[in-house]
């Protein structure tokens, strides 16, 4: 208990990064991606049970302006598979507060998306506090690809956010979520990724995508996406 006191009390001391105005030391294109909620982010401080919430950005790389081949969205039941997304997906970001840092860039490693690994860990990050609504994070591009000639042939990313309770075991039947798009009738949003280009600096965000994820569309405060942006720029 006096070890994860430790590292907690230096993820509280280290784990938040300044933002930058031109973007971050790893070169090439930067992403810089933000998600906010309705309520705040839950923690491990402001959760009752000292379990956060998850709250992740998923992401399928392209070399096509515009992919028709499913990016990811959201696992909402049985089978669960890896418990948090499914389609097509080939990295993601999750901001967990019981690991240090509490960002990390993980990449699947199989098209099943049941074996991922991590990879890294954002080029910036803000730590949200207590009553913080928003994770917010930069990466480069180049973190998305092997080399960065890869990097340079990537036309654009599928993005997903999301927000749920816990990754569940295979026997749960159900758990709370919320991510891009309205589940509820008569939309049934449960596959709505948006396609975020790479070839010119620009700010993408619910607005642009004419409010895709509405407010009160998750009844948990903590969990209903209100708002997102991907800001694209180039070096």
Not at 87 to 94: D, K, M, Q
Request: negative net charge; aromatic residues 10%.
């Amino acid at each position: 208990m006096r070890a994860l006191a430790i590292t907690l009390a230096l993820a509280t001391a280290f784990g938040c990064a300044k933002f930058p105005d031109q973007g971050g030391g790893a070169g090439g294109k930067i992403l810089i991606f933000t998600l906010r909620v309705d309520g705040k982010i839950r923690g491990i401080n402001n959760s009752p049970n000292n379990l956060p919430f998850v709250y992740m950005v998923a992401i399928r790389t392209s070399n096509e302006s515009n992919p028709i081949e499913d990016g990811p969205f959201p696992v909402i039941g049985q089978p669960w598979g890896n418990g948090f997304v499914a389609g097509g997906c080939t990295h993601f970001v999750w901001w967990n507060p019981l690991q240090f840092p509490s960002y990390g860039l993980y990449r699947f490693v199989d098209t099943s998306l049941n074996q991922y690994e991590k990879i890294g860990v954002p080029v910036n990050y803000v730590e949200p506090n207590d009553n913080g609504k928003e994770i917010r994070f930069e990466i480069s591009l180049n973190q998305l690809a092997p080399n960065p000639e890869a990097a340079a042939a990537l036309q654009s990313l599928q993005v997903n956010f999301l927000a749920m309770t816990e990754i569940p075991p295979p026997d749960r039947v159900a758990r709370p979520w919320d991510a891009l798009g309205d589940p509820r009738p008569p939309l049934f949003q449960i596959n709505a990724p948006v396609v975020i280009p790479l070839n010119s600096s620009a700010i993408y965000n619910n607005a642009n995508f004419n409010d895709l994820e509405p407010l009160g569309d998750q009844p948990d405060p903590d969990l209903d996406i209100v708002n997102w942006q991907v800001e694209v720029r180039l070096p």
